[in-house]
């Protein structure tokens, strides 16, 4: 497709294509900052399909990617580049000894730099991009100065500042950025994500699909979870409760594999356990469906 295709062009390829369901307004938005040149941050939770977008769409619009997973043990030079040891032995420090990392290969390609989580990035990796964002240039000791080439763009996701092992982003790096919030679906186009991707594996069980569609959602209005369970957790629940035979009892024994590692619980939780939490919101499931 045509880096210059019409946005409607686009959504229909997502759709298509992708399986994308919903999201045009964010697809919009990211479409027309990146063809911009400008620089972009999705915040949202866990599981709301913050990486797959940004993916997607960067394939659509015919750009490379370079991406980088944060880290909290991540260092500035290994984003930017660094000198190989044995190699400046032989040669001495120079443009054969050093090796770019992420920051630099995407600025000499004119790439996407894709970071994943960057607010679990170390403050002083997260300094280090201001050069690169604001003036699209960075100093590489010894090399010289290193100017990106046009189409270079940073595209970063983070999930909201509340999360365990995130920090905040300071002022002059938001100041940078795009702002596009992804927020949990609504329950019509989350019941079709469960449908594209299930049933397509194998016949389609309607009675699980809403069992897992009514548990999720309720994780995340439940006084015993501070963090629900997303529709990425659904998916694994629909397919291990699935593999067991599909029943009301499979469903219940998929839900303490698949949950209790995708949700966080409020104190009112922890004082009854991820367990107890997890039987108590799907006997309120029970209540409001009719299980055979």
């Known amino acids: 497709m045509k880096a210059s295709a019409p946005i409607k ?5 997502l759709h298509k294509k992708y399986g994308l369901v919903g999201r045009e307004f964010e697809v919009e938005n990211l479409v027309h900052c990146v063809r911009t040149g400008k620089h972009v ?29 944060g880290d909290s043990r991540y260092t500035e030079q290994k984003l930017t580049g660094w000198f190989d ?61 290193l100017k990106a080439k046009e189409g270079f763009t940073v595209v970063a996701s983070q999930n909201p500042r509340e999360f365990v092992a995130t920090s905040h982003l300071s002022e002059a790096l938001l100041d940078r950025f795009e702002l596009i919030t992804l927020t949990y679906q609504a329950e019509a186009e989350e019941r079709d994500i469960l449908k594209g991707a299930t049933t397509y594996r194998s016949a389609a069980n309607d009675a699980l699909l809403e069992w897992t569609l009514h548990f999720v959602r309720a994780t995340r209005n439940s006084a015993l979870f501070k963090r629900g369970a997303s529709i990425r957790a659904g998916l694994s629940l ?6 067991m035979g599909g029943k009301w009892d499979d469903f219940l024994r998929a839900t303490t594999l698949a ?15 991820v367990q107890k939490a997890i039987e108590q919101t799907a006997e ?3 209540k409001k469906s009719r299980s055979p």
């Open 85 to 145: 040891p044995p190699t400046v032995l032989k040669k001495g420090y120079g443009a054969d000894s050093y090796f770019d990392g992420p920051l630099a290969q995407a600025m000499r390609n004119g790439s996407i730099l894709f970071i994943n989580e960057l607010n679990r990035m170390p403050e002083g990796v997260q300094n280090v991009l201001l050069p690169a964002l604001d003036e699209r240039k960075i100093e590489v000791p010894r090399i010289g100065t």
């Open 238 to 243: 629909y397919d291990i409760a699935q593999e």
């Open 41 to 69: 941050l999705l915040e949202g939770p866990v599981g709301v399909g913050k990486t797959f977008l940004i993916a997607a769409v960067a394939e659509l619009l015919g750009r490379a990617v370079v991406r980088v997973d």
């Open 9 to 13: 062009e686009i959504l229909t390829t």
């Open 284 to 286: 309120q499931i029970k």
């Open 259 to 273: 949950i209790p590692t995708r949700v966080e619980l409020s104190e009112e939780g922890l004082e009854q356990g």
